[in-house]
Each structure stands twice: as structure tokens, then as C-alpha cells.
């Protein structure tokens, strides 16, 4: 699952503004829980996510590892496959690259769907901000407008967690579309949840679009080798010299 950065700036103006980043952080995994409704199945699983790599023009690659699942019905249960896929990530977050099982453009169109995006300036508790996703033909993926409000905070269990709502609509009249709310820990700088639904989206490894409610929520973070993406504030304008 992919982490956005953060950076908390506290200018002159009473009302604080937020830029977002994605940057590599400690050496952890992330570990989520991850369930989706569609008709009368329910799936759920647990997903480790780390950052494998980080080139220099600031994309990276994350690794996504299906620790445990389970897909439930009126017929029966059936376990979800483990398996491991490896993302491509431009630096504002959107997915251009995916090696795995299920590699295909529909898994790269899933992937922008629920993606959260970095603006390209700071923005204030209240403001909008949108990316236009172009089309990619030979990836397979559609144009798509991705558009997200940052709310304010909400209080989430003891945190007063950062609130952003997001929805990314695909172009044409059978284009898919996910609708979701985000609230991440302003301590942790860590996504701590995220609520949504899809509208005709496929899911990697499918190939039949469906309808569904969704929620993901961080369980844990554990300590790795490898590099893990992290949510981290420093003061607005963002200074390029620290962020990377």
C-alpha cells in the first residue's frame, strides 16, 4: 500500500497548509489490512508494503507481499494466493510500472484509482487540488482526473488524524471510479486509514469490473532491511534540500 509524505507548514497565517511528498523513509514494512464487499463475497487480507528502491529522479519501487487472505460467500471460503508484486511510482505517487502475477494495464488503472496523488504546491486546510492522469496505450491505462480536498483533522481512535477526501474518475462511460476518505497520524506522518467504494473497477488478477465498499487500515510497522515509504513534516515552502 502506498505512503504519502506530509510536510507540515506553519507559515505567518493562522491556518496551516500541507505539502504533500513521497519520500523514502526508515527501514520498516507497513502492514495493512486491506477488505472489500462486493454482492454477497467478502475479501479480506493483510499486505505488507516496503520500498525496494529509489532512483534518482525520484521514482521508486515498492514491493507488495499478500501475507494472508481469504475471500468469503453463501458458497463456501477460499484462500487468497500469497504472492509479491513489485510497483513503479512517479514522485507524486501515481503508479507507471508493475511486475507480478497479475501484471496488466488493469492492474495499473486499479492502482492510479487508488492512488493519493501530490499537488504540486502547498495547500490549506479546506483547499482542493486535481491531477490529470494521461493516458498510457501502450501500459494499457486511461486518462482519468483525480481529485482530493484536505478536510482539516478528525479525531481517529486518539489521534487527530490530517482528513483528505479523494475521487479519481476514469474518462468514458464505462471508465471505472473509487470514491474514498484518507486520515493519516500527524505524529507518524502515517496513512492510518482509508474508506471507499469502486464503480466498475477490475482488480488485479480479474477481468470482470465490479462494484464494492472498501477500507484499509495500517495494523502495524515493522522494522526491515529494506526501505520503507514514510510520512514526514518539515516547514513550508517545501525545501527540496531535505526532501528526498
Do not use: H
Not at 474518475?169 to 474514498?180: F, L, Q, T, Y
Amino acid at each position: 500500500m502506498l505512503l504519502l509524505t506530509i510536510a507540515l507548514a506553519r507559515a505567518q497565517d493562522p491556518a496551516p497548509s500541507y505539502t504533500f511528498r513521497t519520500v523514502p523513509d526508515k527501514k520498516v514494512a507497513a502492514i495493512y489490512r486491506v477488505e472489500f464487499v462486493t454482492g454477497e463475497i467478502t475479501v479480506t487480507t493483510q499486505l505488507s508494503s516496503k520500498v525496494t528502491e529509489v532512483g534518482e529522479d525520484g521514482t521508486y519501487i515498492v514491493e507488495q507481499t499478500v501475507l494472508d487472505g481469504l475471500a468469503k460467500s453463501s458458497f463456501g471460503e477460499l484462500a487468497i494466493p500469497k504472492d509479491t508484486t513489485r510497483v513503479t511510482y512517479r514522485p507524486n505517487g501515481q503508479p507507471i510500472g508493475y511486475v507480478g502475477p497479475a501484471a496488466s494495464g488493469a492492474a495499473l488503472r486499479f492502482g492510479i484509482l487508488n492512488a493519493l496523488l501530490a499537488p504540486d504546491a502547498p495547500v490549506a486546510s479546506g483547499a482542493s487540488w486535481t491531477v490529470e492522469v494521461k493516458p498510457d496505450e501502450k501500459l494499457g491505462t486511461r486518462a482519468a482526473k483525480a481529485s482530493y480536498k484536505l478536510i482539516g483533522t478528525e479525531k481517529l481512535d486518539s489521534t487527530d488524524a490530517l482528513k483528505v477526501e479523494a475521487e479519481v474518475v476514469e474518462s468514458g462511460d464505462d471508465g471505472a471510479s473509487c470514491k474514498a476518505t484518507y486520515w493519516v497520524d500527524p505524529t507518524s506522518f502515517r496513512v492510518l486509514k482509508v474508506t471507499g467504494e469502486w464503480i466498475r473497477l477490475t482488480i488485479p488478477g480479474s477481468t470482470t469490473p465490479m462494484n464494492a465498499k472498501f477500507s484499509t487500515a495500517l495494523i502495524e510497522v515493522k522494522p526491515l532491511d529494506g526501505k520503507s515509504m514514510g510520512l514526514s513534516a518539515q516547514p513550508a515552502p517545501a525545501r527540496r534540500d531535505i526532501v528526498r
